[in-house]
């Protein structure tokens, strides 16, 4: 079973920064897919980031530019570095897990995703 652990949230101004941290519990599979995702209130959740094993990330379009995922697989520890934060960044932030089928790619859908964490909220005023 895995366990993700976020944390680094918090609240910051329109232009600010964030850095949100994901401690992952020992990882089975050597093929694998990690992602953050976030949910607005009234909203359906939506990928922010996607990176595989081979640390090839996928930003989604709202937080290119703004937003860089690492990963550090010696301490099982996802990072996101979150620059230039807007108020419609303001969300609860996910990480999340899956394993990677051989030669797909990660899915932005968070239906595709096993594990989860408890999430950490993001709030950027104006």
């Known amino acids: 079973q895995v366990q993700l652990v976020e944390s680094g949230g918090g609240s910051v101004q329109a232009g600010g920064s964030l850095r949100l941290s994901c401690a992952a519990s020992e990882y089975a599979y050597s093929r694998n897919c990690m992602g953050w995702f976030r949910q607005a209130p009234g909203k359906e959740r939506e990928g922010v980031v996607t990176i595989d094993d081979l640390l090839i990330p996928t930003y989604a379009d709202s937080v290119k530019g703004r937003f860089t995922v690492s990963k550090d697989s010696a301490k099982n520890t996802l990072y996101l570095q979150m620059n230039s934060l807007k108020p419609e960044d303001t969300a609860m932030y996910y990480c999340?897990?899956?394993?990677?089928?051989?030669?797909?790619?990660?899915?932005?859908?968070?239906?595709?995703?096993?594990?989860w964490g408890q999430g950490t909220q993001v709030t950027v005023s104006s």
């Open positions: 999340a897990a899956a394993p990677r089928h051989y030669g797909s790619n990660c899915s932005p859908s968070p239906n595709e995703y096993t594990y």
